[in-house]
Every structure is written in C-alpha cells, then in structure tokens.
T-cell receptor, first 110, second 117 residues
C-alpha cells in the first residue's frame, strides 16, 4: 500500500531554533518533493529529492532511500518560516499520481 | 513571467449544479496537474496531463468529475451535479516537462475555493 506519513503534525519553535520535519513512505519512489504552504494557501515547491541531500539558504533536505525516509531541516528559524510543510511522493508503481503527507504546521515565535 | 493562474478564485454553488474551474499554466509547461485539498486535509491527486498524451485520470473520485486540456494550454475541471463533499480548494500545478519520474518542479496556482451549499 502506498502511504506517506509526516511528523510532527504541529510544531512550535522559538526563533533561532533548529527544526526537523520528517517524512516516511512505504515503498520505492522515483521522486520526493517538499512543499511549503503559506497561511494564505499558496504552495511553493522547496526541493525535489531522488537521492542524497540538497541545501538552499537555511533549508536542508535529506533522503535515505534504503530507510524510506526524508527530513527537512530549517536552521536559525525565523517567524517568516511559519507555514505548513508538505511531503509529496511519486511512487515507482503508481504512474503519474503523487501522494501527499498530511503536512506539518510550523509556528516560529519571535 | 506570469505564474499559474486559476479562476474563479472563489465559487459558491448550490448542490446539484455543475461548476467549471479553469487553470492557465505557465507558458511552455507541458505537464499539468489538478489536486484537491479538503478543509484540514492533505492534497489529493485528481488528474495529470502531459502534452498531447492521454491524461492520467486515476485520481478522479467519481464520474461526476472530468477535465480537459487542449494541447499545452488552458485546462478546465468540471464537476457535475455537485455535492457538499465536493467543497474544497482545487489546485492546479504545471511543470516544464516530464521525465516520466515526477522529478520536475511543480508550480502551483492560487487555487479555487469551492463551497457547495
């Protein structure tokens, strides 16, 4: 069964803290995307991973294919990072369909 | 350049009516996705278009849902005989091309908020 699980569901952090959001999936994938959904609803793509690690500014995303797990890290968190972070997975056995985690709602307090 | 646009931004309709939602992808983007996000829930895949290939309709929840796309331009999602459970935000995304492995960046539109009374 194709499943995507994210944790935690909700996360509150103080400004400056290091944040980790986790995504686990059930079977082999061809791609994993991390998305950011702002309070107004707009969705922005942050990373696409098929292996290894990517970094953009204060954001780092890693994936372990063998363990079927990905993490999104935010260093030196800031209130403007407050958003919902979503893991989206394209499984190898499901054609073009993407499966989404339920999202992690992050609030960074000044 | 212009991003993905969707119209209308909000739609209120009565149960049983048909609605049509529109998506204008980024020019030159061959791939187009429709998703649904119900209140408090995650995104759900509905349908995928790639160029002139037959669309992947595997995510459409019922035969009341249909979508069309002419070439690599505008797409419309039609919901017939709307039900209250169809209330959701309908999101469209496009990407430049596809390798067939889903590795391209998707650019999302702002969504259409549909409320069925």
């Amino acid at each position: 069964k194709n499943e995507v699980e994210q944790s935690p569901q909700n996360l509150t952090a103080q400004e400056g803290e290091f944040i980790t959001i986790n995504c686990s999936y059930s079977v082999g994938i061809s791609a994993l995307h991390w998305l950011q959904q702002h309070p107004g609803g707009g969705i922005v793509s942050l990373f696409m991973l098929s292996s290894g690690k990517k970094k953009h500014g204060r954001l780092i995303a890693t994936i372990n294919i063998q363990e079927k797990h990905s993490s999104l890290h935010i260093t030196a968190s800031h209130p403007r990072d407050s958003a919902v972070y979503i893991c989206a997975v394209r499984f190898e056995n499901t054609g073009n369909q993407f499966y989404f985690g339920t999202g992690t709602s992050l609030t960074v307090i000044p | 350049g212009a991003g993905v646009s969707q119209s209308p931004s909000n739609k209120v309709t009565e149960k049983g009516k048909d609605v049509e939602l529109r998506c204008d992808p980024i020019s030159g983007h061959t791939a187009l996705y429709w998703y649904r996000q119900r209140l408090g829930q995650g995104l759900e895949f509905l349908i995928y278009f790639q160029g002139n290939s037959a669309p992947d309709k595997s995510g459409l929840p019922s035969d009341r849902f249909s979508a069309e796309r002419t070439g690599e331009s505008v797409s419309t999602l039609t919901i017939q005989r709307t039900q209250q459970e169809d209330s959701a935000v309908y999101l469209c995304a496009s990407s430049l091309r596809t390798s067939g492995r889903g590795q391209e960046t998707q650019y999302f539109g702002p969504g259409t908020r549909l409320l069925v009374l």
